[in-house]
């Protein structure tokens, strides 16, 4: 009776914990800690290291030589375009005090970054930080989904489609979870994004892949990465920047950061160890592009659990996402059909799934060496964890499809959302850009 | 005169480039070719989706010679471009009617 009471107590103690750490519950008494601080700028560059050019060349190295331009402009230009919607109003949508919209919405109050100033504290760190480092998640987000219809997008939809994206999907979504919206009251567990971004910019692929339509000649046509070495070398940019994007979503410089660093390193490296053996397995060899899809798999799954899961745990989330994402990008798409040229359905979608709900597992302190550092918001049982995560899913997946949908059809009925096909075959380097990737 | 003109596995260019000079071959041109023979292609897989690669990179060897060397020219090159697999390639001979030095204007066998 008295062990059962105690362990209620530590449970207690544990979810305040975590409270604290969510964003939006900034403590205005705080003060400003030098050594977070001193982290959070890192964290802040690793991050947007992930994107340019960590993802870029992820990315790029698996298109057609033709094609490997429009690749790393869209996401330099992303990078461009978002920072100032970010700061024009985004940051508010996101992090603002909606008032009596605040369950969905943050308003716009700190549109412009009105009362960002030097002194503005957020928890610990200076506010011109924290709207930093969320800035870069933003800016990764809308690119992750470029994979999706590579190759075939008009660069000039694709810039309109994605500044509507970020404003009325990307935006609200991350005020749900992180901005003291509604996804925040029910305990829903995403540390550092699994939802809001991974989940988030896989079913918007998806769809944009569907609306889109198939490249031409897929899929009887090879279409075989041109430079495998340039994807492996940003798969392992975008490894080392997910350490500011998992260890740095803590906000601080403390224990849970230190541990989010060590499950981030493990559940990566198990997944991409999963994929190349899954691989070797079915296929029977053992491949560059599988082991750097494996750990990018991986990365995905722990970034929702990387707060509060142990290294155990971590080990089981980046098995799952390892030989899940392998499946889903190699069996499910081949079966389905639909041409999401980089699978960031297959490895953001799927993998964000498999991460959020183990995540709902993982984090219960019951489960002996597997144990992590405890549930979400009220939440005293997995189950009711469990529900919660799948309740952060479902809202995602619907929310994001819908409206994404939407924003694609207005954007093609306005002005096209496709390349023509002369345009495709001639390559967009050379269509879009009047440049060539390789001059040899 | 005769063209002898050798399809080999690039990376016995090196090794065939030698053995020719050593029986005094004073030339030879070398272009980077794709083909198929009894080796046909491969496959590369790349997330399950599997790609046939018909064609394979070789290089092709030309040497124009008097009719004397035609033989040692095919010894040279059999010998050092074989490895005993499938894709070592082919030598075809054909009649050379005519060759010419532009420089000088010299013709037939000096101007090889």
């Known amino acids: ?440 | 005169m005769k063209l002898v003109s050798a399809i080999i596995k690039p990376f016995k260019l090196d090794d065939v480039r030698e053995a020719l000079s050593e029986i005094g071959v004073q030339g030879v041109t070398v272009t980077e070719v794709k083909g198929f023979g009894r080796q046909k292609g491969h496959t590369e897989l790349y997330r399950g989706a599997e790609y046939v690669v018909d064609f394979l990179p070789k290089v092709k060897v030309e040497v124009a010679v008097d009719e004397g060397m035609v033989d040692q020219v095919i010894e040279a090159i059999t010998n050092t471009a074989r490895t005993g697999k499938i894709g070592d390639g082919k030598i075809f001979v054909t009649n050379l009617e005519q060759a010419i030095r532009i420089r000088t204007g010299e013709t037939g066998p000096e101007a090889l």
């Open chain 1, 1 to 440: 009776m008295m062990t059962k009471f105690n362990n209620k107590g530590l449970i207690a103690v544990l979810v305040a914990a975590v409270a604290i750490s969510v964003p939006a519950i900034a403590l205005a008494e705080e003060k400003l800690n030098s050594g977070d601080t001193a982290w959070m700028l890192v964290a802040t560059a690793l991050v947007l290291f992930m994107t340019i050019p960590g993802l870029s060349l992820f990315y790029g190295g698996m298109v057609r030589s033709k094609n490997v331009l429009s690749i790393l402009m869209q996401c330099f230009a992303i990078t461009a375009l978002m920072t100032i919607i970010w700061m024009l109003y985004a940051y508010s949508f996101a992090f603002g005090d909606g008032g009596s919209m605040n369950g969905f919405f943050g308003g716009f109050d700190k549109a412009l970054l009105q009362g960002v100033g030097v002194d503005a504290l957020s928890g610990t760190i200076p506010e011109t930080v924290f709207m930093t480092f969320q800035m870069t998640f933003a800016v990764i987000t809308p690119a992750l989904i470029v994979g999706a219809f590579a190759e075939r997008m008009k660069f000039s939809a694709m810039l309109i489609f994605m500044a509507i994206w970020v404003s009325i999907v990307y935006a609200p979504i991350s005020h749900w979870v992180w901005g003291g919206g509604w996804l925040a009251k029910y305990g829903v567990l995403d540390f550092a994004g699994g939802t809001v971004v991974h989940i988030n910019a896989g079913i918007a692929g998806l769809v944009t892949a569907l609306v889109l339509g198939k490249r031409h000649g897929f899929p009887t046509t090879a279409m075989p990465p041109h430079n495998l070495g340039l994807t492996l070398m940003g798969a392992s940019m975008l490894w080392v920047g997910w350490f500011g994007f998992n260890a740095g979503s803590e906000l601080a410089a403390d224990g849970v950061a230190g541990m989010a660093m060590a499950v981030t390193q493990i559940a990566a490296a198990t997944a991409a160890l999963a994929w190349m053996f899954s691989e070797w397995v079915v296929h029977g060899k053992p491949s560059v592009l599988g082991i750097a899809s494996g750990a990018v798999s991986g990365l995905v799954a722990i970034t929702p659990a990387s707060g509060s899961v142990g290294p155990m745990g971590a080990l089981v989330i980046g098995l799952a996402a390892g030989v899940g994402c392998f499946l889903a990008s190699t069996k499910l798409k081949r079966a389905m059909g639909y041409d999401d040229s980089l699978d960031v359905f297959g490895v953001h979608a799927i993998g964000g799934i498999i991460g959020a709900l183990l995540t709902g597992i993982f984090s219960a302190t019951t489960l002996g060496v597997f144990s992590g550092s405890g549930l979400g918001g009220d939440n005293t049982t997995i189950g009711a964890q469990l529900g919660a995560q799948f309740m952060g899913i479902a809202a995602t997946v619907i929310y994001t499809g819908i409206v994404t949908y939407v924003i694609l059809k207005v954007v093609d009925a306005v002005i096209g959302l496709r390349v023509s096909e002369d345009e495709e075959i001639e390559g967009l380097d050379l269509s879009h850009h009047d440049e060539r990737g390789y001059i040899i």
